[in-house]
């Protein structure tokens, strides 16, 4: 079975470009999750999709992140203008089952680089 | 004072040590708690559960004490592949009403094995 898939796995722009993050959670899984890991720090959560609902964006920059999920598969992050400080690691996971909390699957993550 | 608390480390031992790292939350309404390991420059993986009246897999023993809002996790025998940064994942409940719980990653724990 094929795992998480996210693509591209690095990625360096200049400060004020767009990015895009591209996520393909695992076939069933309802729960698709955009973490950000800052060096020597665990993953943050950004946003947390039910199917295509997000459940929880509290803590997603909104002045320039954005998510979608449009059919409840696949899932986009994008970052428009970006920053110095938004240098980090960009983990998507997933997770299915019927209880609310489940094991998190992570991707190998997209390394953004913002010079 | 930050919702979950580790001790960054490293924990240097030898092969065949028992080692044992804590892991602190904030928050007394936490709902479930997990234990992940992380390779260098990898994904972080599901190493086990933590449930209240204690779990064993193996070499590895994950705790939790809601009294004191700690959970821990004990590895006997240490091997050299043991190395590794473990992260405690905290399910919080949010900080404003009417939101989700909320995975709250501790900054992990690195632990190196030595011959």
């Known amino acids: 079975e094929a795992g998480v898939v996210q693509s591209p796995r690095y990625k360096i722009i200049e400060k004020k470009q767009p990015v895009a993050f591209w996520c393909n959670p695992i076939s069933g899984h309802n729960t698709l999750y955009w973490y950000r890991q800052n060096l020597g720090q665990g993953p943050e959560l950004l946003i947390r999709?039910?199917?295509?609902?997000?459940?929880?964006d509290s803590q997603l920059p909104k002045d320039r992140f954005s998510a979608e999920r449009l059919k409840g598969v696949d899932s986009t992050l994008k970052i428009q203008p970006a920053e110095l400080g938004d240098s980090a690691v960009y983990l998507c996971?997933?997770?299915?089952?019927?209880?609310?909390?489940?094991?998190?699957?992570f991707g190998p993550g997209t390394r953004l680089t913002v010079l | 004072r930050k919702e979950v608390e580790q001790d960054p480390g490293p924990f240097n031992v030898p092969e065949g040590a028992t080692v044992a790292f804590n892991c602190t939350y904030s928050n007394s309404a936490s709902q479930s708690f997990f234990w992940y390991r992380q390779d260098c420059r990898k994904e972080p993986k599901l190493l086990m559960s933590v449930y209240s009246s204690g779990n064993e897999d193996g070499r590895f023993t994950a705790q939790l004490n809601r009294a004191s809002q700690y959970i821990s996790l004990l590895i006997r025998d240490s091997k050299l592949s043991d190395s590794a940064t473990y992260l405690c994942?905290?399910?919080?409940?949010?900080?404003?009403?009417?939101?989700?719980?909320?995975?709250?990653f501790g900054r992990g724990t690195s632990l190196i094995v030595h011959p």
């Open positions: 996971a997933s997770s299915g089952g019927r209880s609310t909390w489940n094991e998190q699957f």
């Open positions: 999709y039910e199917n295509e609902e997000a459940v929880d």
């Open positions: 994942v905290v399910i919080r409940p949010p900080l404003l009403s009417g939101g989700s719980y909320i995975p709250t």
